[in-house]
């Protein structure tokens, strides 16, 4: 079976992901700025990689949706967010992305925030995020402490993460 991991990253995270997915695999890794490089209909399965922007898995809708047009092939989506894993944030993030009945398994991964390596708009969203949460009448034990997190650059990503999608990948041979 041959696979080939697509990532969109801006910060990193989601590239490091995909790095350690392909390592796993022993498969290619290319950036989607990269995709035109490449033949999909060489692929069984296509593992498209990105970051979550306010909820929404970037450029799932717009790329992804091109992509997956072949009925016969796997897709499998992985989002990478500054959310800890069992933030209540998660599942609902994949749920509006992913819906149920989608062809499309999908996985989130625990990243962090990079604010040297962030665009600008980026940078002014999150420190914008960051205040909000902060000034927050009635904030939620969880909410307080996101605000103290996203206030600064961190990395919480593990390669670990990234077992339960390698054997659904295997289990799929
Ligand atoms: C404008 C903006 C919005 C974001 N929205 C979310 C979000 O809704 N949920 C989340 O978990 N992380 C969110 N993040 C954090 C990124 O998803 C996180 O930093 C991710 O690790 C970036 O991946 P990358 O390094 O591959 O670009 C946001 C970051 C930015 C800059």
Redesign the pocket.
Known sequence: MKTIVIYN???????QYAQWIAQELQCDSISLQRINEIALSEFDTIIFGS?????RIKKLNRVFDELKKDANKNYIVFA????PMNSP?VEK?MEQNIPKNSIVKGFYFQ????YEK?NLS?RA??KLFSSMLKKKKDATESEKKMAEMVSRSYDISDKRFIVPLVRYVHSLK
């Open positions: 990253s801006q910060t990193g995270f989601t590239k970051w979550c922007h306010a909820g990478v967010g500054a959310s944030d993030t990243g962090g925030l990079n962030m980026s969203m999150m």
